[in-house]
């Protein structure tokens, strides 16, 4: 069964997407658990993060420094926070969080975010990166 995040790689369901190459996909979570609250997924169906094979595994990260780092000049935060959970959705994905503090990371803070608030983040967000 294809995944949602398989969806939205083939442009089937709509995202924000902030940088993207053959491999991975970066874009705002639409149930954020904080304000620029983004997702790094591989285009390869993967259920579990650590099945990933090493090369695709330390690409991933690799993918998602600048993301991180465009969040962190484009969202007020201390740091932005790694997390690897993987129950929501069956494929491997990493969330990046802007954070202050570790407790930020935290899933029952996750609330629909206003689509119109998703599109300007995004576009702060691609600017930072340089992808416009």
């Known amino acids: 069964m294809t995944t949602i995040f398989s969806r939205i790689i083939h442009g089937e369901i709509p995202c924000h997407r902030l940088a993207e190459d053959d491999r991975f996909l970066?874009?705002?979570?639409?149930?954020?658990?904080?304000?620029?609250?983004?997702?790094v997924i591989p285009k390869v169906e993967i259920d579990h993060f650590f099945e990933m094979g090493n090369e695709l595994l330390s690409e991933i990260m690799?993918?998602?420094?600048?993301?991180?780092q465009a969040l962190e000049?484009?969202?007020?935060?201390?740091?932005?926070?790694?997390?690897?959970?993987?129950?929501?959705?069956?494929?491997a994905h990493l969330?990046?969080?802007?954070?202050?503090?570790?407790?930020?990371?935290?899933?029952?803070?996750?609330?629909?975010?206003?689509?119109?608030?998703?599109?300007?983040l995004a576009e702060l967000i691609r600017q930072e990166l340089g992808t416009r």
Do not use: S
Request: hydrophobic fraction near 55%; charged fraction near 20%.
């Open 62 to 68: 690799v993918f998602a420094r600048p993301v991180a």
């Open 73 to 91: 000049r484009g969202v007020p935060c201390r740091k932005v926070g790694l997390m690897v959970a993987g129950l929501e959705v069956p494929h």
């Open 95 to 120: 969330h990046l969080v802007p954070i202050q503090e570790v407790t930020d990371l935290n899933f029952a803070n996750a609330a629909a975010a206003d689509p119109a608030e998703l599109a300007n």
């Open 26 to 39: 970066a874009f705002l979570d639409v149930r954020p658990i904080a304000r620029g609250h983004a997702l």
